[in-house]
């Protein structure tokens, strides 16, 4: 579990390195321009076959994702309502005023911000847990490892019906005499217990892979030292987890933020529970509001955006890819 | 003196261990057990709030979806949709993420950045222009309407994962074929591949997982059962009746879609877990 570039030379065939060495005076100088060229033939192929290798990537992901965010963009500044297709017009930032001056946009704003924020939480500190128990157990380690995958491989959509049906009136084992997904305070826990559940193991084996970097040699000083689990926990594990922890957090965070599956199969948004990705679905495929659709698509990756800027910038959680990437 | 795995195994540490693992497992499993157990109910006993089908079991849920067209034609789409998109991400990742570990390029960082701000990308936000695109090109409501989008977004977590797998390959047996006087190129098909396999198929298993979990763009990109992937289908198993929830033909639906994933989970478990970890971890 060693970072890799602790265990491969990360440099690679670089110039200096071909140069000779040992020659005598005369030939130096020439054999140093023989080994220059041939280093930059080697440097010209190697730029090309990345390129050429990346490129189909590239193109798929810019043409995919990065051309239809431009049209909605677009579209984002017309009105674009598809049951008055003869009204399509240049409307400038109307749709975003419309928008931004709608208590229903910024009620959904807060409730998505309240599901990712308590969710998230709640996912550190069970993913936390997790983590050790798959790291450390002593026994059945195997077991745990298979089993926790499990609420990972489940569709959302499965799991999420799960939970509905547990939770409604008459049918659910959990429901009792009560029906909790028709009211707003029931039914967010409920769809955040939904959301905790299937996204506590994803934690989990961030944060393990995390833990395998701490060196079982300090814990064991610090163990025979006299420090307790609680301490070796604060003071090792924890601070050199940092980087596998904000890693998570910034993946969780987002994709938290984005929720749309467990709320549209446990209370399609009713009783005031609808998330942002859940009413620009509505205002899309309900509404056909294209215009405002889009402006909301593009206010959600704006906030996208600023959530992962301050992850990266405030936090310095480092980007996976990332070459500098914090983990030595 | 002790050492810290000797403090740990006294008979009292390890029951605790025990009693930590039954907790993991009964996390796990008391949603899907209680899928199975609905979907096994009978109809008569279906709404009796138990947790198992104690009132009797039928099969009769099963037997409903498997007749049904609206079902098996889902259960065909997502299959082939997502082995496809997972085939065609992978073959596009392979190239990328070879390129990312194994290559010096310019544009190298940049194709890093792109890759993961694909994968910060909130999908609703291309519901809209990719509605319009492919209706306007004719895809909508088909197999490549639903492909298109899968492998974009499989795309990223194919090039960090595979990229991750990548760097563990010893250099020195490329640097080897190039001194035999292979051709990059040859020495990626012939020395690097095969020894890249064991994490190519890692990559698949996740990438499949995740296509095969996604909702919205099923439910958006599609009108008709022609393409429609069985997560959306149930959703309007629901829609069919508004008081009368076919909560069997869901469940049953639930719990077959489930099966393969679980099957993948089971058998390897070791792979994905070093999948997921080396990717997001090591990048």
Redo the contacts between chains.
């Keep these: 579990m060693s970072h890799p570039a602790t265990t491969v030379d990360p440099s690679g065939p670089g110039p200096g390195r071909e140069a000779g060495t040992g020659v005598g005076p005369h030939d130096e100088a020439e054999g140093i321009a023989i080994a220059r060229k041939r280093a930059s033939d080697g440097k010209k192929a190697e730029r090309r076959l990345g390129w050429m290798l990346c490129a189909p990537a590239v193109i798929v992901m810019a043409a995919v994702a990065g051309y239809p965010l431009v049209y909605a963009i677009w579209m984002s500044l017309n009105r674009a309502d598809l049951r008055l297709p003869d009204d399509n017009q240049f409307i400038g930032f109307s749709n975003y005023v419309t928008i931004l001056s709608s208590p229903i946009w910024w009620h959904a704003v807060w409730i998505t911000l309240l599901i990712t924020v308590v969710s998230v939480f709640f996912e550190l500190v069970f993913g936390m847990l997790l983590a050790l128990v798959m790291h450390r157990a002593l026994v059945g380690r195997g077991l745990v490892r298979t089993v926790a995958l499990i609420p990972y491989a489940i569709v959302t959509v499965v799991a999420a019906f799960s939970w509905r049906y547990a939770f409604e009136q008459g049918t659910g084992w959990l429901a009792g005499d009560s029906a909790p997904l028709t009211s707003q305070g029931s039914s967010l826990a409920i769809i955040i217990l939904a959301e905790v559940w299937k996204t506590i193991p994803f934690m989990a084996l961030l944060l393990m892979a995390g833990l395998a970097l701490v060196p079982e040699d300090l814990l064991k000083a610090a163990a025979m030292d006299g420090a307790s689990p609680w301490q070796r926990f604060w003071t090792i594990t924890l601070p050199m987890l940092k980087p596998a922890l904000l890693v998570a957090l910034l993946f969780r965070t987002l994709d938290a933020f984005r929720i749309f599956d467990n709320i549209f199969v446990l209370t399609a948004g009713n009783n005031d529970t609808s998330s942002v990705s859940m009413i620009t679905y509505n205002n899309l495929i309900g509404g056909l509001n294209l215009g405002i659709g889009s402006a909301m698509s593009v206010l959600i990756f704006v906030m996208v955006a600023i959530i992962a800027f301050l992850f990266i910038k405030l936090f310095g959680a480092a980007a996976p890819g990332s070459d500098s990437g914090g983990r030595k | 003196?002790t050492?810290?795995?000797e403090?740990?195994?006294t008979p009292g540490?390890?029951a605790a261990?025990?009693v930590?693992?039954i907790a993991?497992?009964i996390?796990?499993?008391i949603?899907?057990i209680?899928?199975i157990s609905?979907s096994l109910k009978t109809p008569g006993n279906?709404?009796d709030?138990?947790?198992l089908p104690t009132g009797g079991m039928s099969f009769e849920s099963y037997q409903a979806i498997f007749k049904d067209t609206v079902f098996t034609r889902a259960l065909i789409n997502s299959i082939g949709i997502c082995l496809i998109s997972t085939a065609i991400a992978l073959l596009?990742?392979v190239?990328?993420a070879?390129?990312?570990a194994r290559?010096?390029?310019?544009?190298?960082?940049l194709?890093?950045?792109?890759?993961?701000?694909?994968a910060?990308?909130?999908?609703?936000?291309?519901?809209?222009?990719?509605?319009?695109?492919e209706t306007a090109i004719g895809i909508f409501d088909t197999w490549p309407g639903l492909i298109?989008?899968y492998?974009?977004?499989a795309?990223?977590l194919a090039?960090?994962t595979l990229?991750?797998f990548f760097?563990?390959i010893?250099?020195e047996l490329e640097?080897a074929a190039k001194m035999d006087g292979a051709t990059?190129?040859q020495a990626f098909k012939d020395v690097i591949a095969p020894l890249a396999l064991p994490g190519v198929f890692t990559t698949a298993i996740l990438v499949f997982?995740s296509c095969?979990?996604d909702?919205?763009y099923a439910?958006?990109l599609t009108s008709t059962s022609a393409a429609r992937t069985?997560?959306a289908a149930?959703?309007y198993f629901t829609g069919a009746t508004t008081y009368e929830?076919p909560?069997g033909p869901?469940?049953a639906a639930?719990v077959v879609?489930?099966i393969p994933?679980?099957v993948?989970?089971?058998l390897f478990?070791?792979r994905?877990?070093a999948g997921?970890?080396?990717?997001?971890?090591?990048?």
């Design positions: 003196m050492t810290l795995a403090l740990n195994s540490k390890k261990w025990w930590a693992d993991v497992v996390y796990a499993l949603p899907v209680w899928t609905l279906i709404n709030g138990k947790y596009l990742g190239f990328a070879y390129a990312i290559l010096d390029f310019p544009g190298k960082k194709m890093i950045m792109m890759s993961l701000l694909v910060m990308f909130p999908q609703i936000a291309l519901i809209t222009p990719l509605f319009k695109i298109i989008p492998v974009t977004f795309l990223p090039i960090y990229s991750a760097r563990e010893p250099w640097k990059p190129f997982i095969w979990n909702f919205l439910l958006s069985v997560p149930m959703s929830v909560v869901i469940t639930a879609i489930t994933v679980l993948l989970v089971l478990q070791r994905i877990v997921l970890t080396n990717g997001a971890v090591k990048g």
